[in-house]
């Protein structure tokens, strides 16, 4: 069994449009997060969530928005999409914060 | 071969070398630090952690060298083979939050 799984994995879509990317994890963790990973491969932190609290919420446009219904759950809704969202999002899990953190594969968006 | 702090993005070595990666934290708060292993497509892996606590930690081929005096980080892998060409990142922990730092592709040659 996959120990944190999202989904898509690759997500095309048009300037404008609104998705959203879907992150479960069976560890039983208490925390996760969403990465953001640009083409240069620098990882930077966007939301983290502890048992379904907001504890990190950086410096991302409004158009994002998580959604984390139970703590095994956190989705990333995403509106307006811009070219500039093109990246890889990772959805990342950990037993507290601060713990090592267990990755997704990542989705791959691609804003045409 | 060695990387030299974060403006050297990219580390090519001979299979069987050793490898030494480095990085350079900014965060004196920092307290846990971990090296992840980032292979084409996939997710960052965990290698290996330590404690601010310590100054070395040994796993199977891995070595973590933390010098909290200048804030720097290092991991050495032994032996290095085809299979670990990836990219490396140091990441720290201060807090709730987990900070990664700019990775470095490392590619092993035949």
């Known amino acids: 069994d996959t120990a944190v799984s999202q989904t898509p994995k690759y997500l095309v879509t048009q300037m404008g449009n609104d998705k959203s990317i879907k992150c479960e994890q069976n560890?039983?963790?208490?925390?996760m997060y969403w990465y953001k990973q640009d083409s240069k491969k620098f990882l930077k932190i966007m939301f983290s969530y502890n048992n379904k609290e907001l504890i990190i919420n950086e410096t991302v446009p409004n158009r994002f928005s998580p959604k984390s219904p139970d703590k095994a759950h956190l989705n990333l809704h995403i509106n307006s999409l811009e070219l500039g969202d093109s990246a890889v999002y990772f959805c990342a899990s950990s037993r507290d914060r601060g713990s090592e953190a267990f990755f997704g594969q990542g989705t791959r968006l691609t804003v045409v | 071969g060695e990387s030299v702090g974060l403006h050297l993005p990219t580390l090519s070595v001979q299979e069987g070398d050793n490898s030494i990666i480095n990085c350079a934290y900014s965060?004196?708060?920092?307290?846990?630090f971990i090296w992840y292993k980032q292979e084409s497509g996939k997710g960052p892996q965990f290698i290996i952690d330590i404690r601010s606590n310590m100054d070395k930690r040994q796993g199977q081929r891995v070595t973590v060298l933390l010098n909290k005096t200048v804030k720097h980080l290092s991991l050495q892998i032994a032996a290095t083979q085809p299979g670990d060409s990836a990219v490396y990142f140091c990441?720290?922990?201060?807090?709730?939050?987990?900070?990664f730092g700019e990775g470095t592709q490392l590619t092993v040659n035949p």
């Open positions: 560890l039983g963790h208490d925390t």
């Open positions: 990441a720290e922990t201060s807090g709730s939050r987990l900070t």
């Open positions: 965060n004196s708060a920092s307290d846990y």
